[in-house]
């Protein structure tokens, strides 16, 4: 059930595109792992590894999916609500390179 402080979660386009395509076992993963997220968005869990990024990803955020896929992710926050919005998913070297 979704409380009035629950964050707004939004999928950009390429990250729907992204997890459409991914193997099933990372849409499974993914799925987890944005239960355990959504506990406490504002400290996650320590299984996911949660962090800011720098340099070419500089104001985006990651959470482990799996070993080796990761989820990028941008929060933005008002008075009244914060929404998480997730733009890409894929391997760490995909990202990365």
Known sequence: MKNENS?????TTLFSKQREAS???VKIAFREALELFLENSLNPHPSLRSHPLKEQFAGYQSIDVTGDW???????ESKTQTVITFHILGTHAQIYG
């Open 7 to 11: 964050p707004l979660i939004k999928y």
């Open 23 to 25: 193997p099933l076992e």
């Open 70 to 76: 990761r989820a990028l992710f941008t929060v933005k």
